[in-house]
């Protein structure tokens, strides 16, 4: 088995873990929702660490990102922020603290990236999830 990106996730004894693909908001229209991960968990619970890298290319200072994990289809997590002084400057990748969740058993879950820009859809991102089984086996 080598290693592999996509939405979704990989089971190993009683860790999963998952590597999005690279999301290029060039490749999308300024507001819409792109999807990094999104896949059932197994049939067990699991804590899982949640990470977000992002390369924010040239934003401007009206530009605004949003990151946010959806559980079954409900929000657990969104963080939106806007850019706002750092317009004049080309800022490197960027990483959004880690947030640990618990999944339930069978659990839709989703990371999304959410840019919005009146100027130029730049920039890109990534999420990786590693959980470990928890609970009776």
Not at 8 to 24: C, H, L
Not at 73 to 101: C, E, F, H, M
Request: glycine residues 12%; proline residues 4%.
């Amino acid at each position: 088995m080598s290693l592999a990106t996509g939405t979704g996730v990989n089971a190993v004894g009683d860790e999963i873990f998952a590597y999005s693909n690279r999301i290029d908001f060039s490749a999308g229209s300024s507001g819409d929702e792109r999807v990094a991960l999104d896949f059932v968990s197994p049939n067990s619970y699991y804590v899982c660490d949640v990470a977000v890298s992002l390369d924010s290319g040239s934003w401007a200072a009206s530009d605004i990102m949003a990151v946010i994990y959806r559980g079954n289809g409900n929000n657990i997590y969104q963080s939106k922020w806007g850019v706002g002084d750092l317009a004049a400057i080309s800022v490197g990748p960027q990483t959004v603290p880690s947030l640990r969740i618990i999944l339930p058993p069978n659990t839709v879950f989703r990371a999304l990236f959410q840019f919005t820009s009146g100027t130029a859809m730049v920039g890109s991102g990534i999420a990786v999830l590693v959980g470990r089984k928890i609970g009776p086996s």
